[in-house]
């Protein structure tokens, strides 16, 4: 209310369900860049987000090609917490059978779990937006996600991982709100391969996690290794790293050209032949350079 670039409306009143509200609306103009615009200047600073279920979200800075700064957002416990409230929730609805239809189960719960995810999501954003503010004129950076769905596990984990999934999508909104307030345009890029591919050659890793001295490789590992370069980092950093390459374009982000139609000629057998896009290969037919990533499509040829 106090800032001049604000400009106060006129009262509404909101009539609700159960409840009548006032709202005091304000309006500003923001003026900021275009993506395309912004990616004309070499000394663009860009701003990207990977968002995770114990680390809400790993921020890094990129300028120049280099990262400038990095930040880890935690939970703060906020994942057991609301597990232990979903179990509260499965074992209710399992002692109280079929549910009626027209009746809610389990109100209380819900609207603290709702409050909570609310509430970590705003600050999350407010300290998304803190580090924009930085840097004027930058980029912010978000994988475009839209259908994560949990797969077989127990009522009370699948509840768990819903409401994580949604607390994500809440974390990009409400980032992407307040930072066009301050004049940040944000982009949602490509998140193919951004946990997968090595973020400094762009070869394909594995993740793993190391327990004493012993590594165990699996799908969900807290740590990334590269096996072309040696390179090993926290995955979710390793993430939040390439959402920068994919939003420039680079390695196996670029956009691949589709080969045109080829007539086929009647009475010939058609088979298959495999296209090999993103290196070079040297004299003896193997790749000169194995470290970079591999986009292979496929086509019917003569």
């Not at 296209?275 to 086509?299: H, M, N």
Request: charged share 30%; net charge positive.
């Amino acid at each position: 209310m106090a800032e001049s670039e604000w400009r106060t409306l006129a009262p509404k009143l909101v009539l609700k369900n159960k409840r009548v509200e006032i709202h005091f609306p304000q309006e500003k103009t923001v003026t900021a860049k275009k993506i395309v615009e912004s990616k004309r200047d070499g000394d663009l600073v860009t701003v990207a987000v990977d968002l995770n279920i114990k680390h809400l979200a790993v921020i890094t800075v990129r300028q120049h090609g280099t990262i400038i700064e990095t930040v880890f957002a935690s939970d703060q416990g906020l994942d057991q917490h609301r597990y232990r409230h979903m179990k509260k929730i499965a074992k209710k609805q399992w002692q109280s059978g079929k549910a009626v239809k027209g009746e809610r189960s389990n109100q209380q719960i819900w609207s603290h779990v709702k409050r909570m995810n609310d509430t970590v999501a705003h600050q999350v954003a407010a300290k998304i937006v803190s580090i924009c503010e930085k840097y004027p004129g930058c980029v912010l950076l978000f994988e475009r996600l839209r259908k994560m769905k949990p797969g077989a596990m127990s009522q009370s984990r699948r509840l768990n991982r819903k409401q994580a999934n949604q607390l994500k999508g809440k974390i990009r909104d409400y980032s992407q709100d307040k930072a066009y307030a301050v004049g940040v345009v944000s982009c949602e890029v490509n998140a193919h391969g951004t946990s997968q591919y090595c973020c400094r050659c762009g070869a394909r890793g594995e993740r793993f996690s190391r327990a004493g001295q012993s590594c165990t490789v699996h799908r969900g590992g807290k740590l990334f290794r590269c096996p072309a370069c040696g390179y090993e980092a926290q995955a979710d950093f390793n993430a939040s790293a390439n959402v920068h390459h994919s939003f420039w374009k680079e390695w196996h982000w670029q956009p691949r050209k589709k080969p045109s139609p080829q007539k086929l000629i009647a009475g010939e057998e058609r088979r298959p032949v495999r296209l090999e896009v993103g290196w070079e290969k040297d004299g003896e037919g193997k790749p000169a350079d194995p470290s970079q990533a591999r986009l292979q499509t496929s086509r019917h040829a003569k």
